[in-house]
């Protein structure tokens, strides 16, 4: 799916969720330092989503797993994530929803 590269405070879903209902989350951790946008470190493969369990409300990390991210632009060795990116994890669907880091650049390569 083309669509802007994303960045920490990402907003993310996970469906079907943990307990069946999507589950919620943002992008809190990047682990590359090396493409950054406004200042923020651009999300790649390997980012970390702290998601909250929509049936009890416990939080849980879930890291960003390397297919469903671009496969044309790479950072660090890992996939750039992009706004709108539909990343199979944890059992369900990881949704992009944004808002995007760098409005200004689409990333047009196939997951």
Known sequence: MPGSPVSIGCAVMLSPGAAGPPDSGVIVAVMQTAAMAGGMPLATAGSICQMVNSASGVPYPLPI???????????????????????????????????????????????
């Open 65 to 111: 797993p390397a297919s469903g991210v671009s496969t044309g632009v790479k950072v660090a060795g890992q996939g750039l994530v992009r706004m709108g990116d539909k990343i199979p994890a944890g059992g369900g669907v990881l949704t992009v929803l944004g808002p995007p880091a760098a409005p200004w650049i689409t990333d047009g390569n196939a997951p």
